[in-house]
């Protein structure tokens, strides 16, 4: 029983103290405890890190995002003010790939004000580092909901997949919050909680809760989904999600832990690996349409990206390559983004948009 991680003996203790703990517990815990929280400590993004994000495989991905913003911002008529938020920016890469992009529609820039959500310290000095070069104002914010109101364009890639996931599983006709507990063995161990959660399965979608025994239903709290479907349909403007996912809602378990790009055990060495869960696209969309807004999609990443010109992007950024790994950088980039392979991120990764109602479809998603 080796406590190899200094989360972990807080965990144990809470876990002794009130019994096995909710696997959304957990994993915010060890997402964001504020001391030992995963992302409170360390810049987990990039080859050498932990895992690598779409923006960090090629300058592409965040330059057509830029233009899908500047798009929208036409579709709404070119107000004189728009906040441009981002949710979870990691090291920024997005957002300056994206603003570099729109320099050429100078009012767009001339209006946008910069807000970025980020409960990491180390990723947000990481952001200031990119993007304090950029003349325009740039605020930090450790929640949606303390972003000042006004119209919007809301970014978020691979966000909502780090947002704390709960599990139940069906067993005797009910569903049973999955939770973590310690095992006869002195190890942290996944154990189930012996009354039924009531009333869960009337919230469920009928496919779900006819599914056998024993399957596990994941779900997350929808308060950010919700509050970004508030703003959008309060204030106007249109928001874009990135993740992988499931288009519908289905039983499964996702919850993964990632380290130095290889899978891991996520019970072991809380806090020191990274834990993500697919984006149930449909549990998404009923929060935000509940607060009225409009959704479209999700698409696949790779259709997402082609809509919007990313080879005749590749094939411009290729023409001015300077050498030739410049030139197999791009085609490698390219083959990521939008491959569909066991490599590609293209049909994995999933795009879906919210919009106010006024706005009609968002670009791409005609
Ligand atoms: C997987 S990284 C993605 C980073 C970036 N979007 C990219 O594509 O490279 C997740 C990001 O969300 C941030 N994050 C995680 N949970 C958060 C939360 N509850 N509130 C705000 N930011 C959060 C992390 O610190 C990190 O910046």
Redesign the pocket.
């Known amino acids: 029983m080796a406590e190899s991680a200094p989360l972990e003996a807080e965990i144990r203790r809470r876990i002794t103290a009130a019994g096995p703990m909710p696997v959304g517990e957990y994993m ?1 815990l060890c ?2 405890d504020p001391t030992h929280g995963y ?1 409170m400590t360390r810049d ?2 990039g080859a050498r890190g932990d ?6 495989i090629s300058q592409m ?1 965040g330059e057509l995002i830029g233009l899908w913003m500047a798009a929208v911002w036409k579709q709404m008529g070119a107000p004189d003010r728009i906040r441009i938020v ?6 920024g ?2 957002m300056s790939d994206a603003l570099r992009a729109v320099q050429v529609m100078p009012g767009f820039r001339d209006a946008l004000t910069l807000h970025l ?4 310290p ?3 000095a990481q ?1 200031e580092r990119t993007l304090n070069a950029l003349p325009l104002s740039v605020s930090w914010h ?3 909901e303390e972003v000042p109101k006004g119209p919007a364009i809301i970014v ?4 909502f ?3 704390p996931i709960n599990h139940a599983v069906k067993i005797d006709g009910g569903w049973h919050e999955r939770r973590i507990g310690i095992d006869a063995n002195g190890n942290l161990a996944f154990t189930v909680a012996r009354e039924p959660l009531p009333h869960f399965e009337r919230l469920l979608p009928p496919a779900v809760r006819e599914a056998p025994e024993p399957s596990i239903f994941e779900w997350r709290a929808d308060s ?1 989904a919700m509050e970004l479907g508030r703003r959008i349909a309060n204030d106007g403007g249109a928001a874009l999600a ?1 993740d992988y996912g499931h288009v519908e809602s289905a039983t499964g378990e996702t919850l993964q832990a990632v380290g130095q790009h290889a899978y891991a055990n996520p019970l072991t060495a809380p806090g020191t690996i ?1 834990l ?1 869960a697919h984006v149930d696209f449909q549990a998404l969309a009923h929060a935000i349409e509940a607060m009225g807004a409009n959704a479209f999609g999700p698409i696949e990443q790779a259709d997402f990206l082609c809509r919007l010109g990313i080879e005749t992007r590749a094939a411009a950024l290729k023409a001015k390559a300077t050498s030739r790994t410049a030139a197999t950088d791009i085609d490698s980039g390219l083959a990521r983004l939008i491959g569909r392979g066991r490599t590609g991120m293209g049909a994995l990764f999933k795009v879906a948009s919210f919009a106010h109602p006024s706005l009609g479809v968002t670009p791409g998603f005609e």
């Open positions: 915010a997402l964001g992302y987990p993004l895992f690598i994000t779409a923006p960090e991905f981002e949710l979870g920016p990691g090291r890469t997005l959500v980020e409960i990491s180390v990723l947000r952001q450790a929640a949606l978020a890639n691979e966000f997949d780090a947002l950010v990135i990274d993500t």
